[in-house]
């Protein structure tokens, strides 16, 4: 297989079929969901909590005109039907994401971390969705607990440069400039210490 190319897309508003609905299907719709996704799932059976989740249902068997309108589709179902719907998005130009099934998925959903506007996805093809689990929990444990800071003084800059022009291959040492003054404002700003503390 060639690499991945690793993509970030805006769903918010955009159709996206679930074929499939059961606990599997439960936890990517709630992903769709978060994202702002038009969700239409097509599932015979169909799992207690899609159904509560407001999104459409259509019960029945999958059929490939499922698909016309979609921009993205997502099969949870045994490898039989995720096939057919690979073989119809196929036809459609359409990417797939298969759960647990890579031999009938064109797209990966990896382990994803967010914390404060910043989005991380780690992929492993679909080979071992385990190892990018663990990874996702390591990169989450030594995020900096004030990434959010991070966010607000890369915006600031970010404008700032865009006003005065500055080329792209020069903001990141910028950036690296500012967030260090960030925390040199903060050091200067604790109180100093008193009493034993200040004579050692």
Not at 102 to 130: E, F
């Amino acid at each position: 297989m060639a690499d991945l190319l690793p993509l970030f897309l805006n769903l918010r508003g955009r159709r996206v079929v679930l074929v499939g609905a059961g606990p599997v299907a439960a936890s990517k719709l709630t992903q769709l969901t978060t994202a702002g996704a038009d969700v239409v799932v097509v599932a015979p059976e169909v799992h207690p909590s899609i159904v509560s989740s407001g999104v459409t249902v259509v019960r029945r068997e999958f059929t490939p005109t499922d698909l016309d309108g979609a921009w993205l589709v997502v099969a949870a179902a045994p490898p039989a039907v995720n096939r057919e719907v690979g073989q119809a998005a196929e036809a459609r130009h359409l990417m797939v994401n298969a759960v647990d099934d890579p031999p009938n998925a064109t797209a990966y959903l990896g382990g994803v971390v967010r914390r404060d506007g910043v989005t991380i996805a780690i992929s492993t093809s679909g080979a071992a969705p385990a190892i990018a689990g663990l990874l996702r929990e390591a990169i989450d444990a030594v995020l900096p607990h004030d990434l959010g800071d991070w966010m607000t003084v890369a915006r600031h800059e970010r404008t700032a440069w865009k006003q005065a022009g500055v080329p792209m291959e020069e903001r990141r040492p910028l950036l690296l400039q500012a967030l260090n003054r960030l925390y040199a404002g903060r050091q200067a700003a604790e109180p100093a210490p008193v009493g034993p503390e200040a004579a050692r």
